[in-house]
């Protein structure tokens, strides 16, 4: 599975940007799919995950109520809503993709290459 991230939106305090993570290779409602993010000099961390049916979702405590992870199987993709930014979400963001649905960072096979998301206050 190759998977490729970009970013749509300014990254502003209190607004709002959307990850879109586009896959390709095996079939894609297979696999879970994940985001993750890195900030400087910090380890990389779970941020949302979807099931591949999109019965499930999880999210990380500082990111649950503002971040929406979907997917659109139909076209291969899933999307991160981020809403209500603050610059603490300034990362490195990644799209992960493995046929568990887990929010264990390590678990994870299929890694995008990362974008690049800066909330400036």
């Known amino acids: 599975v190759q998977l490729v991230e970009s970013v749509v939106g300014l990254g502003q305090a209190g607004g709002s940007l959307r990850l879109s993570c586009a896959a390709s290779?095996?079939?894609?409602?297979?696999?879970?799919m994940g985001w993750f993010r890195q900030a400087p000099r910090k380890e990389r961390e779970f941020v949302a995950a979807i099931n591949w049916s999109e019965a499930d979702t999880n999210y990380a405590g500082s990111v649950k109520g503002r971040f929406t992870i979907s997917r659109d199987n139909a076209k291969n993709t899933v999307y991160l809503q981020m809403n209500s930014l603050k610059p603490e979400d300034t990362a490195v963001y990644y799209c992960?993709?493995?046929?568990?649905?887990?929010?264990?960072?390590?678990?994870?096979?299929?890694w995008g290459q990362g974008t690049q998301v800066t909330v400036s206050s």
């Open positions: 992960a993709a493995d046929h568990m649905f887990t929010t264990i960072r390590t678990a994870w096979d299929y």
């Open positions: 290779g095996r079939s894609f409602s297979n696999y879970a």
